[in-house]
């Protein structure tokens, strides 16, 4: 999400952060791709790392 290439929970704080207004992540925050970037987008990244991606 952050484009680091890892899923974790760094990604989880740039999702926050989005939400909270930061717009340096805007374009790929959305990552369940439902064009809104809220808590689903929290719960799939959670999803991701417990399934190792
Ligand atoms: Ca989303």
Same mark, same amino acid.
């Given at each position: 999400?952050?484009?680091?290439?890892?899923?974790?929970?760094?990604?989880?704080?740039?999702?926050?952060? !989005?939400?909270?207004? *930061?717009?340096?992540?805007?374009?790929? /925050?959305?990552?369940? +791709? @439902?064009?809104? !970037?809220?808590?689903? *987008?929290?719960?799939?990244?959670?999803? /991701?790392?417990?399934? +190792? @991606?």
């Amino acid at each position: 999400m952050n484009q680091d290439g890892k899923v974790d929970i760094s990604d989880i704080v740039a999702v926050i952060n !989005t939400i909270a207004g *930061d717009s340096t992540y805007k374009d790929t /925050a959305d990552t369940n +791709g @439902d064009k809104k !970037t809220d808590i689903s *987008d929290i719960v799939a990244i959670i999803n /991701a790392i417990a399934a +190792g @991606d």
